[in-house]
């Protein structure tokens, strides 16, 4: 997930409050800068099928 996918998740709705400090992340540090500032979480789960196609992509195009 990155920090565009994580907010655009939360314009849909159904966050929760985040529980504590979030953990660093490495692929996308804005990621863990906005669930910072925003305060909110986002299941993965809701996200899988961009999640999936982003896996299903050739790694060139990554």
Do not use: F, I, K, N
Request: glycine share 6%; net charge negative.
């Amino acid at each position: 997930m990155t920090a565009a996918d994580y907010t655009a998740a939360l314009g849909e709705g159904e966050s929760t409050p985040l529980a504590g400090p979030p953990t660093t992340s490495p692929w996308d540090p804005e990621l863990a800068l906005a669930m910072e500032a925003l305060g909110s979480t986002v299941m993965e789960e809701r996200l899988l099928p961009a999640l999936l196609s982003d896996l299903a992509r050739p790694a060139s195009s990554q």
